[in-house]
C-alpha cells in the first residue's frame, strides 16, 4: 500500500515537468500504479520510470502517460477512444476515467489475459480489451476522438488518420533508434501535425503472439 504523500510527490514532479491540466494530474493521483507491475518492483511504483512488465514489455513512466493523456484530453469530445498497445492496463485506466469508451488493443496474448483479470478487479467496466494486431486500427468503430498509439512506429501510421473524428486527436511515437511524439489532429478534411519531444518506447509490430 501507498502512502497519499508518495502519490503528492509524484503529482508534484508531474507538475515542475509541465503537466497543467488538474483533470489529469487527479487521476494520476487516484490510480494505484503498483497494481500494474510485479511485487517485486512495487518500491519504484511511483517514481517517474518505466518499468518491466514482462513479454519484453514496459509501463511508460507517468510523466508521458500524463502527457500522452493530456493532450487527448484536449479534443472537443471524450466519447470514443482507440488506444493500441494496452500493455498492463495503466495508460487505459487512466484514461478510462476520463473517456466514456476505452477501446484498447494488444497483440500479446499473455498480457491480454493478466490485464483482463486487473481491469476487472479494479472495477473497470467502459475499457473494451481485445486480442489482435492493433496495426490497422479498428476501422469498423471508428471515428474516434482520440487515437493513442503507446509503442513506436518506423513511420506515421497514416492508415489510422481516416479513423479520426473531426476534432479527433491521433497521439503517437515515431521512430526507430530516435523517436519522437508526435500528434496529428483533423480539422474537417485537413490534418495538422505537430513535432512535440523526443521519447523513448518499445516498438510497434504487427501480428499476434
Known amino acids: 500500500m501507498t502512502s497519499a504523500r508518495t502519490r503528492a510527490r509524484l503529482v508534484e514532479r508531474l507538475r515542475a515537468q509541465g503537466i497543467s491540466n488538474e483533470q489529469v494530474l487527479a487521476v494520476i493521483a487516484q490510480v494505484p500504479r ?35 493523456t493530456e493532450l487527448a484530453v484536449a479534443v472537443p469530445e471524450r466519447k470514443n477512444v482507440l488506444e493500441i498497445g494496452t500493455g498492463c492496463g ?12 476505452v477501446h484498447t488493443i ?16 479494479l472495477g473497470i467496466h467502459n475499457a473494451r480489451l ?10 469498423e468503430l471508428a471515428p474516434f476522438d482520440v487515437i493513442l498509439i503507446t509503442a513506436a512506429a518506423p513511420i506515421v501510421p497514416e492508415n489510422l488518420i481516416s479513423q479520426l473524428s473531426n476534432g479527433g486527436r491521433l497521439i503517437f511515437p515515431v521512430g526507430s533508434q530516435e523517436q519522437e511524439l508526435r500528434m496529428i489532429e483533423r480539422r474537417g478534411e485537413d490534418f495538422l501535425e505537430s513535432r512535440l519531444e523526443k521519447v523513448n518506447f518499445v516498438p510497434l509490430l504487427s501480428g499476434i503472439s
Open 34 to 68: 503498483h497494481e500494474f507491475i510485479d511485487e517485486a518492483l512495487s518500491h519504484k511504483a511511483y517514481d517517474d520510470t518505466s518499468l518491466p512488465i514482462g513479454f519484453g514489455q514496459t509501463i511508460s513512466q507517468p510523466y508521458i502517460v500524463a502527457r500522452m
Open 90 to 101: 495503466y495508460q487505459t485506466t487512466v484514461l478510462s476515467k476520463l473517456f466514456k469508451t
Open 106 to 121: 494488444e497483440r500479446i496474448g499473455g498480457l491480454v489475459r493478466n490485464t483482463r483479470e486487473r481491469l476487472s478487479r
Open 130 to 139: 481485445r486480442h489482435a494486431d492493433g496495426s490497422q486500427g479498428l476501422p
